[in-house]
């Protein structure tokens, strides 16, 4: 029993890693008024760069800088069309997302010929699993070998990295003065424009804050959690990302926790899979793969209590004349 629990925890750390990465850059985006549903496309088109890019180069971190930049690109284009010119936040996000599904499986049927797969990548293409010493030879010790051998030992660099964001992305909107901007920018773009700041430059460079961690996101996803690009890998993980957000009411400590309830979910869904339970019989694999699904309607649902959203978010700002 205490091995499962081990086994699912350690799980949960793997599957919230793409969802942490991607509601946090929601989280700067919408805290400075602009709705970020983009962000499934941008994971989905940082994970067909990371993974073309390391097949075709052999570094995977050029790789994870291709994902970044495609990121930041993708970031560009909504922020070039909801900020520079008003358009609506929502179908702009929409767009890009449909332009992502389309783009990375055209380019992988054109470039690899696989279906719009990448070709599967080796060890040297991939982030692979970090081993903190003496993992290896405390793994049989009674509760303190699980802990520190499987549930923290073994994870890959952007594993710890996503983690280790939360409170630099906590100090940089709570302690910084751009911080501070961007808080008032997403509340009340009106006074921030009257103290002579740039609403537009706020919300491009929350924009690309938020390129540069989707781009991270995806190229966890190819790169890291998997060994190659397939279509459609995001598989709706910045819409839960969303859902994160909300329930974490845009906090970077309770968006965390947000994302670690889904990926816990999903872990267990994982490990139901094929299992008989008392009185059921095998659950259906299709009624396991939908709970994440579920929890998010749910939640959103009302289940969370009152969520306020910032003030301006999803508002196109025009400067008053």
């Not at 594993?159 to 909107?173: D, E, K, S, T």
């Not at 397939?230 to 947000?258: C, D, E, H, Q």
Request: with cysteine.
């Amino acid at each position: 029993m205490y091995e499962n629990i081990i086994l699912i925890l350690d799980a949960t750390l793997r599957v919230s890693t793409p969802l942490l990465l991607a509601a946090m850059a929601g989280m700067f985006s919408e805290r400075s008024g602009v709705v970020n549903i983009a962000l499934e496309g941008k994971m989905l088109a940082a994970a067909f760069a990371a993974a073309a890019t390391a097949t075709a180069t052999g570094s995977v971190w050029l790789g994870l800088l291709a994902a970044i930049l495609v990121g930041i690109f993708m970031a560009l284009i909504h922020a070039f069309a909801s900020v520079t010119h008003n358009g609506d936040q929502v179908v702009s996000g929409v767009a890009i997302n449909i332009l992502a599904a389309g783009l990375t499986i055209t380019l992988g049927r054109y470039w690899f010929g696989l279906g719009g797969q990448t070709p599967t990548l080796t060890d040297d293409q991939r982030f692979n699993p970090i081993t903190f010493p003496f993992a290896d030879a405390l793994a049989d010790v009674p509760l303190i070998g699980g802990l520190y051998s499987t549930l923290l030992s073994g994870h890959n660099l952007l594993v710890y990295g996503a983690f280790a964001l939360v409170p630099v992305c906590w100090w940089i909107l709570y302690r910084t003065r751009f911080g501070l901007r961007l808080r008032a920018v997403g509340e009340n773009p009106h006074a921030v424009d009257t103290a002579g700041i740039s609403v537009a430059w706020l919300r491009y460079r929350a924009l690309i804050i938020a390129g540069i961690l989707c781009g991270i996101a995806g190229a966890y996803l190819s790169t890291g959690q998997n060994a190659g690009f397939v279509p459609n890998m995001s598989a709706g993980k910045g819409f839960i990302a969303l859902a994160a957000l909300i329930f974490g009411k845009w906090r970077p400590l309770t968006v965390m926790l947000g994302c670690l309830l889904f990926g816990f979910l999903d872990a267990v869904a994982i490990r139901l899979q094929g299992v008989s339970l008392p009185g059921v019989g095998e659950v259906p694999v299709q009624a396991i793969e939908v709970l994440p699904y579920i929890l998010t309607v749910l939640l959103l649902a009302g289940f969370i209590g009152r969520s306020v959203a910032p003030k301006s978010v999803g508002v196109p700002y025009v400067k008053s004349r």
